[in-house]
């Protein structure tokens, strides 16, 4: 039997980072839980979420725990559709009801599961007469479909995270534009050493500048730094992961924090980039 063409490409993704981990279908309900579920008036898991998130970053500002809660929510649901379009010009359905999650002892999404293989793909698709297949008529088109996609799904969460936390969602769709930005930057130097900067720049703007889209967000951006004749791109951080606030941060910030002065920043990843080199 042929496996999906899904099932390939996530697959893919996996051998880029162990971290992600997903599957197509759901051959058993346990420890699985449906998104809407999750976020559901009624969720005594959100509810402990949020008292844990309060505990961890000492603190009940609504917009802080909120953006927490999205943080640990978002990161396998964004790498999904970009990592598919990247690599084989695929956007998987991400509609509520067709996504499982699996939560972490940490209470972050460690996995997903798509439970039906729909996806949309361009008309030169090996897999483009797949039962399963959309075939949209081009990359612009396929693109829009990806970015709408997420748009509803993340749409929907951050909706509730307001009505059930209160917070803002002008910073909770900034967390989102800054995760599709380094989710592109990262993925796509990943999959091609020798990219270039103004085609991950193209993806980018392609992707986010949207006129009325929520991910249209002028302070979300890349930036460059050379070492040893080697140029990379880093996400120009927008918003922030709180990781300071915890006890085993002792103050500190990640290393491309906003609140951390640029300096200080590009310093640190220029260590980091002596030390990928030596490897």
Not at 41 to 61: I, N, Y
Not at 220 to 234: E, M, S, W
């Amino acid at each position: 039997m042929n496996e999906h063409p899904l099932t390939q490409t996530l697959a893919r993704i996996s051998q880029i980072t162990d971290y992600f981990k997903s599957q197509l279908g759901v051959t058993q309900t346990a420890g699985w839980v449906e998104p809407t579920a999750l976020f559901a008036p009624s969720s005594g898991k959100l509810r402990e979420l949020r008292a844990d998130a309060q505990k961890l970053l000492k603190t009940k500002s609504h917009n802080i725990i909120g953006s927490t809660l999205l943080q640990g929510y978002h990161w396998p649901i964004i790498v999904a559709p970009i990592g598919c379009y990247l690599l084989d010009k695929r956007a998987p359905d991400l509609a509520l009801d067709n996504l499982r999650v699996r939560l972490g002892e940490e209470g972050g999404v460690e996995q997903i599961a798509l439970v039906a293989g729909r996806f949309a793909a361009l008309p030169d698709d090996p897999a483009a007469s797949h039962p399963d297949a959309y075939v949209v008529p081009d990359v612009d088109a396929l693109r829009e479909h990806l970015r709408t996609s997420l748009e509803a799904h993340l749409g929907w969460v951050i909706e509730q995270l307001g009505m059930q936390v209160g917070t803002k969602p002008r910073g909770l769709w900034l967390d989102v534009a800054d995760r599709c930005a380094s989710t592109l930057i990262w993925l796509m130097q990943e999959i091609a050493a020798n990219v270039a900067i103004a085609d991950i720049e193209r993806e980018i703007d392609a992707l986010l500048r949207v006129p009325n889209s929520p991910l249209n967000h002028k302070k979300v951006g890349l930036f460059t730094l050379n070492y040893d004749g080697k140029t990379k791109a880093f996400l120009d951080r927008a918003s922030c992961c709180y990781w300071y606030r915890m006890e085993d941060a002792n103050g500190d910030c990640c290393t491309t924090c906003p609140r951390r002065p640029r300096e200080e920043r590009n310093e640190r990843l220029l260590q980091y980039m002596a030390e990928i080199l030596k490897r």
